[in-house]
Nanobody, 121 residues
Framework: QVQLVESGGGLVQPGGSLRLSCAASGSIFRMYAMGWYRQAPGKQRELVAVITSSGSTNYADSVKGRFTISRDNAKNTVYLQMNSLRLEDTALYSC???????????????WGQGTQVTVSS
């Protein structure tokens, strides 16, 4: 099994910045795409950003130019640098990883518990 632990959330004023981290541990044979999703109260979960194992990235239109996703393959860790935060960025941010825990199984999606980001003045 693969465990994901997020950190870095908190309370920030509009225009501020936060950096989220998500470290994967456990039985990891191969790590594929890693990404961040968010869910605001009363809304569906949405993709924020995703990064492949080779470094290709994709962003939600609402965060392009403000958020940057990166990863450290040696540490099985993915980061989300969030700048120019807005009130509407307030949500529970969850880490997702597509990985294989052994060469005998196919890839599976794993999720972290989430870290709360609150943007408020």
């Amino acid at each position: 099994q693969v465990q994901l632990v997020e950190s870095g959330g908190g309370l920030v004023q509009p225009g501020g910045s936060l950096r989220l981290s998500c470290a994967a541990s456990g039985s990891i044979f191969r790590m594929y795409a890693m990404g961040w999703y968010r869910q605001a109260p009363g809304k569906q979960r949405e993709l924020v950003a995703v990064i492949t194992s080779s470094g290709s990235t994709n962003y939600a239109d609402s965060v392009k130019g403000r958020f940057t996703i990166s990863r450290d393959n040696a540490k099985n860790t993915v980061y989300l640098q969030m700048n120019s935060l807005r009130l509407e960025d307030t949500a529970l941010y969850s880490c997702n990883a597509n990985a294989r825990s052994s060469p005998l199984v196919s890839a599976t999606d794993y999720w972290g518990q989430g870290t709360q980001v609150t943007v408020s003045s």
